[in-house]
């Protein structure tokens, strides 16, 4: 069991391979097209990295974040959502990339396993960037916000954050 | 929005090391902060360049058009006079099916369409729906964050699913309902 356990990434592929080739795909054309994807996907958020890093180094290594804490911190523990992710719930809805590379840091610094590193996780997983959703596709379709798609994707966000928060205690904290 | 949020940061932390006497530390930072950047990139690319192929694989098998057949009955729900018509519900179903496998740019074009069809119906309840549901990010795996966790050496990238499968689900839960409720309201 173990084994199969440290072996789930080859065996992943193994399996999506014999399933593409049962349907007649060229598995090596498919692959070499996916991972050209992947580099597309990094070159699309790379820049943002090299803008949103510096920009959070410096940050704490100023000292603010400290100052700021001790004043925050209640209303965070109210929420029960870690401080820390603050910076990472104000991207979200407008940056996906700049959201990407502040959770990034956060898993970097407190470890990809770890409680915080975890939240950040699933809140970058189970949200999207709505303001950049809503103008694409209202623009694109010429029509105009009635009022109500930005208040709900938002309050959806907001509710997305505090349920990561309090799905990841409950599950690893 | 973004560049605002950046320019207060510069700017807060710069008065900040001031007042606290962290100069020495802020202004080595920058520098230290791109170089993190160039370091993780590699490590992220990897991370990407592997689950981009095996979804590159899943949706040459076909995935994607038996996903679309499943959420049929949904879109009918959701989706009462958008379903009517027949292009735009293919649009619809594209659209959701690529979310639900993390193809976010092969949702926005079809997601686009059934903007644009749902506004010819003047269906504008359903539009919203159509916000919600595609920024609530319904996925069925988290194709992204795991590939971050792998990246940083997690033991078990993709062991946050279920936890983000419960935090989409409320939160597109949330949304829907805010959308029904202000509704009933007269605007």
Known sequence: MRALGQLTVPLLVLAAALGAAVKGVDVFDAMSAGAKKGLLILWGILPSLLVVFPAIRLLRASGLPELLGTTLRPAFTLLGVPEETGLLMLLRPLSGSGALAAAAELMQRHGPDSLIGRTAAVMLGSSETSFYVIAVYFSAAGIRDDGRALPAALCADLVCFLASAWICRVLWG | ?187
Do not use: K
């Open chain 2, 1 to 187: 929005m973004v560049s605002i949020a950046i320019f207060s940061i510069y700017l807060f932390s710069i008065l900040a090391s001031l007042l606290l006497g962290n100069t020495a530390s802020a202004g080595s930072a920058v520098l230290e902060g791109v170089h993190d950047a160039l370091r993780f990139a590699p490590e992220l690319a990897a991370a990407l360049c592997l689950w981009s192929a095996v979804t590159e694989l899943l949706e040459r098998s076909g995935i994607g058009a038996a996903l679309a057949r499943l959420l049929r009955q949904p879109l009918l729900r959701l989706f009462p006079r958008g379903a009517a018509d027949p292009g735009t519900l293919a649009a619809l179903s594209e659209n959701l099916s690529a979310n639900m496998l993390g193809l976010g740019n092969a949702a926005t074009p079809a997601g686009i369409r059934a903007t644009r069809g749902l506004a010819r119906l003047q269906a504008r309840t359903e539009l919203n729906t159509l916000v919600v549901l595609n920024t609530a990010s319904v996925q069925l795996l988290p194709t992204t964050a795991a590939s971050l966790r792998a990246s940083l050496g997690s033991a078990a990238p993709f062991d946050i699913t279920p936890a983000v499968w419960v935090s989409s689900i409320l939160s597109l839960l949330a949304g829907l309902s805010l959308i029904r409720l202000l509704n009933r309201t007269p605007s």
